[in-house]
């Protein structure tokens, strides 16, 4: 066994670090969020131009002929920088449903876009206050000609308003509930009868509510029928990317707290020296410990084809606890200047907690887990 | 990265499995039931020792040289793995975990030859003297003196939590030899090849399960030879040190949590849930019972990752987070095991306890351990280092990283 990762995924991992490091510190992450646009141009470019974007794709389509494992290291690097751009869900959704689908002109073309840094792909997935399981998804795609006609609302779409294609999963028959029944779409983000409520999320990306009223869709742009199993893969792919992600917060989050407390002084010496805070920083450390565990493990399984739905479920619930448990302590560690927004400890609680919210709550997955055996 | 063992080690896990699904006796296994604390009944114990041995394989972390099987990390892992998951009783860890390898690092030649074969052999029981009343967490702060005397130390005072100490006819401890400079530099580490010398007494202590396992032992004058000693006079700390010294891969407690996960399973199926139906099918419980196996899953992965020789075994925090960690998580299987018996953990049931009772337990055998198995596990984060030291430790590391 072992859980390293190979000296070329190191290396890719270092080059964004270091890119990263000089250009994407807090305080220019923090003119970012006051600045208009809704994520670094430059910045995406530059993932381009390092081959982040083409990493999961195979190789016949302009990719590296990677998965979702080589993006794990790079993804714990975004988490540290609290980057904003929508790297996990245009590449482990977006793109990912288009690499799924074989052979398709309108397809190809756009992954080239999304690969080459042109274009983004976003994916109209969530719905209601959130959908745990895809078996969930309620939003109609009717029959229509040759495809199909889209009515209702997607929530959460990362990337929406900026996005050149998007992938809608959808319901063409059956009952929330039913594996059945489900599609997968190619949508034109300006197609008529397509409405954006666009926003920033509490975490620093751009999002959007999507309302569909009356979109049609041509057959040629259904890339999956039957699509439970596929979006399921998307899903799970996602969260091992966003669960890096969060475990990459964990880690800084740990850090910068432990440096806090060193020199943060209070009654004459550092406030670490107090048994209730050190105790409080060896719980977040065993946090962090056991998130990293299961993202390295999870990983691992994911490398040999083995990652199954539960272990998912236990990625998912562990990391999303893991990663409040040690950012309420971060928040609480630094007092009332980690209330604050020009610190960076409460950017990062929003980021975990964010992760936390999104592909089902720890509640979901915990009694997922208790009410099956492995 | 490989998430795989490989087929050597597969065809290893399958040789382990067929001796250990044959090799036990009735009573090894009836004590491996009835287990509830760390340490297994002591007849059994010795009794299965005994019969690993003869195939070899009594001390797998030993080198061979010394009569270990020379396994791998990995090795040994699956063999504690394929152990816990047919639910064995452990063998006694101060012989052949904690005085046995400390003797192959520090003894010497003479002290080596005369106790690593009954030890492994399992002729001979060691306890652990180094707790006093008033030197728990904060151990260098010991009293129990020894006075030289020509060939002879004299020693004079008490231990504490002497593990199966009425068992015992040997003991490992540490003495003070010197009051006058700082606490450690004052302290030798014995051993004592007899536990019956003139002026020693030996005095059970009733645990909160009803039976005794630890013991306080008293020395009253008690004459015993120097070339007990390991390592110089005054020394002795750092031998305690060593001892207590973490090995890479040493813990395997994922497999015996996950054993108990699915016991708890199997229970709640013929549980009555107050809300009507069975308690497997109760959301709340069906909730809890995920987090806490995700809980331990999280932990599997963690010892995983140690035994590939992941470098966060390097930290300094390791065997601390190792030890908080598998603490924590068997104290809340603890927990969750009494949730499930509810009222059938009330009765006391001593007899029913000692293996080749003959009287019956009241309800199942799960009920039957669910609250001596709850007490006992209280220790766990109370011995080997409060879990408050531990978390010391652990905090050191996090500040340390920024000085």
């Not at chain 1, 691992?300 to 998912?312: I, P, Y």
Request: hydrophobic letters at 45%.
């Amino acid at each position: 066994m072992d859980f390293l990762f190979t000296e070329e995924q190191t290396m890719l991992r270092d080059s964004v670090a270091r890119y990263l490091d000089k250009t994407y510190d807090f305080d220019a992450r923090q003119a970012l969020l006051r600045s208009e646009a809704p994520y670094s141009k430059a910045a995406w470019s530059q993932f381009a131009e390092l081959g982040v974007l083409a990493l999961p794709f195979p190789e016949d389509v302009g990719g590296l002929g990677g998965s979702v494992i080589d993006l794990v290291p790079v993804a714990e690097v975004f988490g540290e920088h609290l980057t904003v751009e929508p790297w996990a869900f245009a590449l482990t959704l977006a793109g990912g449903a288009l690499a799924a689908t074989g052979n398709h002109a309108a397809a190809h073309k756009h992954l080239a876009d999304l690969i080459s840094g042109a274009s983004l792909g976003a994916f109209a997935y969530d719905e209601h206050r959130g959908i745990a399981t895809p078996a969930q998804i309620a939003m109609t795609a009717t029959p229509s000609g040759d495809g199909f006609a889209l009515n209702g609302q997607k929530r959460l779409v990362f990337g929406a308003a900026e996005a050149g294609f998007m992938v809608v999963a959808a319901r063409s028959a059956g009952q929330p509930g039913d594996t059945q029944g489900l599609v997968l779409l190619l949508v034109d983000p300006r197609a008529p009868g397509i409405t954006m409520t666009p926003f920033r999320t509490q975490d620093g990306r751009s999002a959007a509510h999507v309302r569909f009223d009356k979109v049609s869709v041509a057959g040629a742009d259904v890339l999956a029928k039957d699509a439970h199993d596929l979006i399921a893969k998307l899903i799970s792919d996602a969260i091992l990317a966003l669960a890096a992600e969060a475990v990459g917060a964990m880690g800084a989050l740990l850090r910068i707290t432990g440096a806090y407390a060193t020199t943060r002084k209070q009654f004459g010496v550092a406030i670490g020296t107090f048994q209730t805070v050190a105790h409080r920083l060896a719980d977040m450390k065993i946090a962090h410990a056991k998130a990293y565990a299961s993202l390295m493990y999870s990983t691992a399984l994911a490398e040999a084809g083995r990652l199954t739905a539960r272990d998912v479920s236990v990625l998912k619930a562990q990391v999303g606890k893991m990663g409040r448990s040690i950012a309420e302590a971060a928040v609480q560690t630094h007092g009332g200047v980690g209330m604050t927004d020009e610190l960076s400890v409460g950017h990062y609680l929003k980021r975990v907690l964010a992760f936390e919210a999104m592909f089902g709550a720890p509640d979901f997955h915990f009694r997922k887990i208790g009410s099956s055996a492995a | 990265m490989n998430i795989e063992f490989g087929p050597e080690l597969e065809s290893f896990r399958q040789e382990v499995a067929a001796f250990l699904d044959t090799a036990p006796t009735p009573a090894i296994r009836e004590a491996g039931r009835k287990t509830t604390s760390v340490f297994a009944p002591f007849e059994e114990a010795i009794a299965w020792q005994k019969i690993l041995n003869a195939k070899g394989w009594a001390a797998p972390a030993w080198p061979k040289e010394y009569g270990g099987t020379g396994w791998s990390v990995e090795q040994r892992y699956i063999f504690a793995e394929e152990c816990r998951r047919r639910q064995l009783p452990p063998l006694l860890p101060n012989c052949l975990q904690m005085v046995g390898p400390m003797l192959i690092d520090l003894g010497t030649e003479e002290q080596k030859r005369k106790h690593l074969p009954p030890i492994l052999a399992g002729d001979v029981y060691w306890t652990q003297g180094y707790s006093e009343p008033n030197a728990g967490s904060d151990l260098a702060s010991l009293q129990c003196a020894a006075v030289s005397d020509g060939d002879d130390y004299i020693i004079n005072g008490s231990k504490i939590w002497t593990t199966l100490a009425h068992h015992a006819n040997r003991m490992f401890m540490l003495v003070r030899t010197d009051k006058t400079g700082k606490k450690q530099e004052g302290i030798t580490f014995l051993l004592l090849e007899r536990t019956d010398y003139p002026g020693m007494d030996i005095r059970p202590i009733i645990g909160l399960d009803g039976f005794p396992e630890q013991c306080e032992v008293f020395f009253d004058n008690v004459r015993v030879p120097k070339s007990g000693r390991v390592g110089a006079e005054n020394d002795g700390w750092s031998v305690a040190k060593h001892l207590l010294k973490h090995e890479r891969g040493g813990s395997a407690a994922s497999p015996a949590l996950l054993h108990s996960i699915a016991r708890i399973r199997e229970a709640a199926k013929t549980t009555q849930s107050p809300f009507g139906g069975a308690l497997a099918d109760d959301a709340v419980f069906q909730r809890d019972l995920g987090e806490l196996e995700a809980d331990i899953l999280s932990y599997r992965h963690f010892e995983q990752l140690a035994i590939s020789g992941h470098p966060m075994v390097k930290d300094a925090a390791y065997p601390s987070m190792n030890k908080t960690m598998n603490s924590e998580l068997s104290q809340r299987v603890s927990i969750m095991m009494t949730r499930v018996s509810g009222i059938e953990t009330v009765p006391l049931q001593l007899e029913a306890l000692s293996v080749g009772s003959n009287v019956a337990p009241l309800g199942s055998d799960f009920d039957l351990i669910a609250m001596p198995y709850y007490l006992n596990t209280r220790a766990t984060s109370i011995y080997a280092g409060t879990n408050e030291v531990q978390r010391d430790l652990i905090a050191r590391t996090v500040l340390a990283a920024n000085r």
